[in-house]
């Protein structure tokens, strides 16, 4: 069995925020705050505690997929390039569902909490994926016939990648490498709650797909980035930061008309059966509008 290379990479992490808190300190103190840092830690050491446990089953999924299907790649060089950029893919179509179906957003809005941006943004990953059945996205792979350890060793590798664009401490990078690949300025858009930068830029490691299927925005330094959701948490509770958006919905569900509740799970974040609420789009398209006036 191929070593998990994200449990391999904790140490690494843990330097490189060490790294970047030694660097807020004299370059950009309002980087970090004690509390939020503290729900990010502790959000990200919930979130391996969870994997620990179901990482068995989403292991024995991918492994039913491949023994159900007559593709079978193997373990040939080749085939690593190719699942890595296939599982990429893949990640892109899993983040652009889980900002554009509730029901995904609820298990990926704890990683937007944050109203602050640096690398230990990164470790507030989700508790509730593979309730949400998040894995579907991966399933494809195996059916594929990909090795189920060469998907999960690519989606490891994916992680690690995105955890060093979580910062502000690295502006632009050469344009060819904008061009091709994830960055901390393309990361930061993804991030944003300006009306331009809502539901931007959800590539994980290559941000072609976003140039090809039309959800990019390059960072904009006239506008300066504001960060966490559109209705901000307001608190540093790690079970609300968690949970608060599956609450919501079950309460949304529980008071909508018979032939509106199951839209409260599939239509997009902010969307309302009465319209008292905007969506993303909405919203954008009134900054739009207010812009040209």
């Known amino acids: 069995m191929i070593p998990d290379p994200v449990t391999l990479a904790i140490p690494l992490f843990v330097a490189l925020i060490i790294g970047e808190v030694l660097w807020a300190r004299s370059r950009r103190p309002e980087a970090y705050e004690s509390r939020d840092t503290a729900t990010s830690l502790f959000i990200g050491l919930g979130s391996t505690a969870v994997g620990a446990i179901t990482g068995g089953a989403l292991a024995a999924m991918l492994f039913w997929a491949h023994a159900s299907t007559p593709l079978n790649i193997g373990w040939v060089w080749w085939a690593w390039p190719l699942c890595f950029v296939l599982d990429d893919f893949a990640y892109y179509l899993f983040h652009r569902s889980a900002h554009r179906v509730r029901w995904f957003w609820a298990s990926h809005v704890n990683h937007h909490s944050s109203q602050h941006y640096n690398l230990s943004t990164a470790l507030r990953q989700s508790w509730t994926g593979f309730f949400a059945a998040s894995f579907i996205f991966r399933l494809p792979l195996a059916f594929a016939g990909f090795e189920p350890a060469m998907i999960i060793a690519c989606g490891g590798i994916n992680l690690i990648y995105q ?65 966490g959701i559109v209705n901000q948490l307001g608190t540093f509770n790690i079970v609300k930061a968690v949970f608060h958006e599956w609450s919501a919905i079950a309460k949304d569900v529980w008071r909508a008309p018979w032939r509106h509740k199951l839209s409260y799970l599939w239509r997009e974040p902010g969307w309302s059966h009465d319209g008292s609420r905007e969506t993303s789009d909405m919203i954008r398209a009134r900054w739009e509008r207010e812009r040209l006036d």
């Open 163 to 227: 955890f060093w664009i979580h910062t502000e401490s690295v502006g632009r990078m050469p344009r060819w490498f904008e061009a091709i690949m994830n960055t901390p300025s393309h990361h930061r858009v993804h991030h944003a709650i300006n009306p331009r930068y809502l539901d931007r830029n959800y590539a994980g490691v290559f941000i072609i797909w976003d140039r090809m299927f039309g959800t990019f925005t390059p960072e904009d330094d006239s506008d300066r980035i504001r960060y």
